[in-house]
């Protein structure tokens, strides 16, 4: 039986509003003064007494007795009505133990932040993510631009709060929230959020397909889960889509001759995952080379990118990698992302090459800067060919010419019975093989549409124009027919 596998993996900004709270707290760390309870505890007894009196009873001289007053002040728990005595306050019966005595303590006062997603509208631990480079935006907008009541929420939520903060006195499990003195407003900011899709085999040998949070901290991923977060992104994962599909499976298959996938897909044109997983673990889903190896899920997933980086690494130089999205959604929408073009860079560095995302001419500036905002931390330079065809579900990487590696994947609709309706599946291959690459190069420049009008430009004004992009396309790539059987750069 297939062991578990993660096959996807998303990571999601949702809008979330920061706040700023003042307030007092109770802590048994810090008892009163002998004096000082006692008053309360003779004050709770007889509910109005007269300074004099307490006096009396205390043995006490008066400089030392107005004092203590205004000590019992200070607390809340008592005040002075019309004729000078001392009465008790209804905080009093907040600190009444089921005992029905009064248990005491110093208040300590504290400001710290917090924010409230506009989903789940509760307070958030922060997330270990570093980075938000590729995420994608979910955006309630039936809260957006709904007041919150924050204080209520502080109010209800400060048990979570205190698992958020790292205030040693206020995460104190004895610790408990008296009086908020000022809640404001500070800031919209974002609250990250990563989801892994894992497939794994029941007993009776049927695929699930389940999600779970990351990119938290241990002790959090239940506090998240419990806020309603991982509901929320759920039903947005399995939101019925709209889109058609403008590259069939078929003709994907064809175009890129790939003659393993076309066992999986069904008359729907659905991806059957489940006969694709059996099939890998019993080695039936593959090329007949070594050149050529399967590949299902984005290459940048942790068990995917070691393909590309190891081969990478035995490589003394080479030319670009291009790397040409798909229309999917969710498209690069991962924290892994992020760490796969570190290693890239790193890399890449070495050798005189770059990393390039390759897209359609945007529409209006608004459009670029948007694509320039989400992908721009996860390659070196986003380049623009003006003639190029929409995207579709086609997605390719590939390093023309000599050392030459490609990669290939269709995004690909599954079965609505995994209740994941609007995410696609990347699957298909990787190579070294030359012919296969060639091909793979010829399928791009025909949908980039390239010819001698073309024109390759930077997205915006932040990316420059790398002239060896620019070379790659207007000049034929020394592809090395002569090529030995062998891997030039084997992997280990």
Known sequence: MPESRLI???????????????????????????????????????????????????GINENERDSLIQQILSTDLAFTNDNGDLEVTSKVDELRQPDGSIQLEKYENHSASFFVDLASKHIQPRSSNPGKAGFFELIPEANFHSDLPAETIFKEDFNRFRSCNTNESIRNSKSRLYRINDCVYDALVGFPVSVNVISEFQSDDHLQITTSLSGFAENDIDLVVNSG?????????????????????EDYCANVQDFVLPDFFSDSREFDIEKYLLAREKRKTGYNSQKTAGLIGAIYLPQNRSRLIEWLRNCSSLQPILWVPSCSTYWGASAYVKAFYDDLHEL??????????????????????????????IVDTIQCVSTSSPLDEMEIMIVPGYPCWAMVQYHARISSRYNLRNIRIPIGYTTYDTERVRNL????????????????????????LAPEILDCFTHTPNWKTNMPAENPCPTS
């Open 348 to 377: 890449l560095s070495k050798k005189g090459s770059l990393l390039s995302l390759i897209v359609p001419k945007t529409s209006t500036p608004q459009e670029a800067y948007e694509l320039g905002q989400r992908f721009g931390g």
């Open 441 to 464: 190069w010829t399928i791009m420049l025909k949908r980039a549409n390239f010819s001698e009008e073309s024109k390759i430009e930077p997205l915006e004004k932040r990316f420059t």
């Open 229 to 249: 977060i991982l509901r929320y992104v759920n039903k947005k994962l399995n939101r019925s889509s709209e889109h058609h599909d403008s590259l069939l499976p």
């Open 8 to 58: 996807a993996h998303y990571s999601f900004l949702i809008p979330a509003k920061k706040y700023i709270a003042d307030f007092d707290i109770i802590t048994t760390s810090s008892p009163f003064s002998a004096f000082v309870e006692l008053s309360i505890y003779l004050l709770d007894t007889l509910k109005v007494i007269s300074p004099h009196e307490l006096q009396s009873f205390l």
